[in-house]
């Protein structure tokens, strides 16, 4: 079996993930020094580690993950990908409260309330935040042999 040299969209999204898991390993040291370090409510911290990084989230996507020619200026993509975050962080602070009321560890209340975010991001990111032009299909030239004689 020949293996295949992975698409375009292939690597994309593993960049994604990547990015990903780095990010939510920033994410995590920071929510644990703002609550093991600095003694601030749980629910408090994760909404306040958003606004340290979500900078640094959209700084690393548009280097690492979707970097290239663009059909939006570096504004419209900041600014989309801001609002793409204020709507995942409502939605993440949300089921991390309801986690930490039921008794769930911080921790592990972050974790699960950001899995299921990171798919909906991935679908929506490339085509909201940073679309790119599509690349035009060639069309197939004419094949350069002889025409066949005619029996």
Do not use: C
Not at 37 to 62: C, D, E, K, S, W
Request: proline share 6%; no cysteine; hydrophobic share 50%.
């Amino acid at each position: 079996m020949v293996r295949q040299p992975p698409t375009e969209r292939t690597r994309r999204r593993l960049k994604f993930v990547g990015v990903g898991f780095f990010i939510t390993g920033i994410n995590i040291v920071v929510l644990w020094v703002l609550v093991s370090g600095l003694g601030m409510f749980p629910i408090l911290a994760n909404l306040t580690r958003v606004g340290f990084t979500t900078q640094l989230h959209f700084y690393l996507h548009r280097r690492f993950t979707w970097k290239g020619a663009h059909t939006t200026s570096l504004w419209q993509q900041w600014y989309r990908f801001q609002l793409l975050k204020s709507g995942s962080t409502v939605l993440n602070q949300a089921a991390f409260a309801v986690l930490i009321m039921m008794g769930m560890p911080y921790m592990v209340a972050y974790l699960v309330s950001v899995a299921g975010l990171g798919v909906i991001n991935l679908s929506v990111t490339g085509k909201l935040v940073f679309p790119s032009q599509a690349k035009p299909i060639e069309a197939k030239s004419p094949s350069k042999e002889p025409d066949a004689p005619v029996v």
